[in-house]
């Protein structure tokens, strides 16, 4: 009689675990968090160390100034940063985070990844911690790879982290690369939540193409070309990018992926509060809110201030608009991503 009350009571539990597992999860954006390092380098500062000047660089890019990291400040302290106050202003204990996230393309050393380094430093221990590469399209990957681990009920409370600093991999006797590219870092608390009402993340769409790969590349210090006194000499250690290409590729590609996701949602890029996009160059922005059909008040652009951040630009430019009272509760954001890969991704968010 009692272990058949004990089957009984077992088998309702089962039932109600078995209903919980199939009723669907959904993921909110608990909060965000971005930091840019102190020294801010302007035009002018670069105009003494490369033949360029603050007026070329203002109408081919959009960008006055960026912020640089201290030689002692790694990508891993960058995130720090970010992560703590994305998690203050989540009001989220550090301890129940279940999951690091990082996506970077400058992680602190070779091996092991950054994320470890960014678990000691927030004083977390044993959590899984994870890095992925896919460049200035880290927002959109780091997205759906969290939502996908908290929709499947492994995880419930995870940090993504985007940072890099690029003015490591930037070879400041090149002018056509140098004039663009900015330290900074961005992070997202994204949580479980049973209740549909509060679900941040409406959809996601991605993509990615290697036969692109060479348009934006670090060419040595992997297994293809090992470090050597050559591979240095030839300064085959810093970013090298086919500009023009690179523009063209990121005006089709941005505008493409932002349509199919509106497309396949019913939606016009005009139902969104604002349209965050990669800030690789103001032109480019211009050119896919063109295409979108939405008007310059809609699209947010920080790329004057920091310029190229890679996978953080996004997170700094919502960051931004979070703290400038813009985004608010119920606000509709499309954000595209773009980057080395070539990869890109668009995901439409409700705050
Ligand atoms: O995160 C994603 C990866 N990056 C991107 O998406 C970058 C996409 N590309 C771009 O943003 C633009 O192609 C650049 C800003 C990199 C370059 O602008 P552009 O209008 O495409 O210039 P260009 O490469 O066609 O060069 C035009 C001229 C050239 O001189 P000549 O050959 O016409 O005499 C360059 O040598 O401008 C010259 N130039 C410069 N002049 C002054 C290139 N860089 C500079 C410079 N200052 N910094």
Redesign the pocket.
Known sequence: MRLKKLIFSSNRKHKKIGKMKNSKRFVKILGVGSYVPEKVVTNDDLSKI????DE??RA??GIRERRIAASDQTTSDLCVCAARKAMENASIAVDDIDLILTGTITSDVVLPSTSVFIQTKLGLKNIPCLDYNV??SGLQYGIELARSLIESRRYKNILLVCGDKLSAITDWED??TC??FGDGAGAIVLSATENEEENSIIDVVLGANGEHSEL?ILPAGGSREPASEKTVSERKHFMK?S??D??RE?VKIMGNCAQEILDRNGMSANDMDFVVT?Q??WR?IDAVRERLGVSPEKVCVTIEKYG?T?ASSCIIALDSLIKNGKIVRGSKVLTVG???GLTWGAAILKF
């Open positions: 490369v033949d360029t000047s070329w660089i081919r890019t460049a200035c002018r056509s004039i663009l934006i990018m500009g023009r690179l523009f990121a990669h690789a160059n480019i190229n890679s773009f980057g080395a």
